[in-house]
T-cell receptor, first 111, second 112 residues
Framework: GQQLNQSPQSMFIQEGEDVSMNCTSS?????WLWYKQDPGEGPVLLIA?????ELTSNGRLTAQFGITRKDSFLNISASIPSDVGIYFC???????????FGKGMKLTVNP | NAGVTQTPKFRILKIGQSMTLQCTQD?????MYWYRQDPGMGLKLIYY???????DKGEVPNGYNVSRSTTEDFPLRLELAAPSQTSVYFC???????????FGQGTRLTVV
């Protein structure tokens, strides 16, 4: 089935640093989403992107829908300890009722 | 507002046993999904439903069954549990085009 390539797989950063992650596909997607999963919880939607080139912010988070519609990026600025978790990208292709998920990026923030 | 509620949170099954994972949502969403999450493997779609009475297979449906008799409920049935079904199971729902999915807290299932 369709897969999203998410990188990096994990990151260890110091509190206050910025972190970037991306998600790529060989196919075009009409929608890109970014989720965060805390330990023992279900994923929570952070940002949804609907238009190629769109740049959207949610507090310290900024995400972009790639111009080619085959990729998306998420940036977290000035990281804090509660940013720890697994970040997933997800995409939806035109005409599909389903989301395809990346394998996730595990973020560790050292205080 | 409860959102998506899954029960139970934890369960241990013996090989060959059966069980039903319950999922209910109170957001009047048409779309509902079941995913399984294995370590380092992301979320894989088991089954989904676009409305009451309609279900369809996802990426990994073997060994599972679903039904959707109401808008609110979307139970997942395991008939003959196998060790390969040890995983964390998430139910999700979405409105409109099925894009912005809301997840439950998950059911951690171990088959021994």
């Amino acid at each position: 089935g369709q897969q999203l390539n998410q990188s990096p797989q994990s990151m260890f950063i110091q509190e206050g640093e910025d972190v970037s992650m991306n998600c790529t596909s060989s196919s075009i997607f009409n929608t890109w989403l970014w989720y965060k999963q805390d330990p023992g919880e279900g994923p929570v939607l952070l940002i949804a992107l609907y238009k190629a080139g769109e740049l959207t912010s949610n507090g310290r988070l900024t995400a972009q829908f790639g111009i080619t519609r085959k990729d998306s990026f998420l940036n977290i600025s000035a990281s804090i300890p509660s940013d720890v978790g697994i970040y997933f990208c997800a995409g939806q292709q035109g005409g599909s009722e389903k989301l395809v998920f990346g394998k996730g990026m595990k973020l560790t923030v050292n205080p | 507002n409860a959102g998506v509620t899954q029960t139970p949170k934890f369960r241990i099954l013996k090989i060959g046993q059966s069980m039903t994972l319950q999922c209910t949502q109170d957001m009047n969403h048409n779309y509902m999904y079941w995913y399984r999450q294995d370590p380092g493997m992301g979320l894989k779609l088991i089954y989904y439903s676009v409305g009451a009475g309609i279900t369809d297979k996802g990426e990994v449906p073997n060994g599972y069954n679903v039904s959707r008799s109401t808008t609110e409920d979307f139970p997942l049935r395991l008939e003959l549990a196998a060790p390969s079904q040890t995983s964390v199971y998430f139910c999700a729902s979405a409105g409109a085009s099925g894009t912005e999915a809301f997840f439950g807290q998950g059911t951690r299932l171990t088959v021994v």
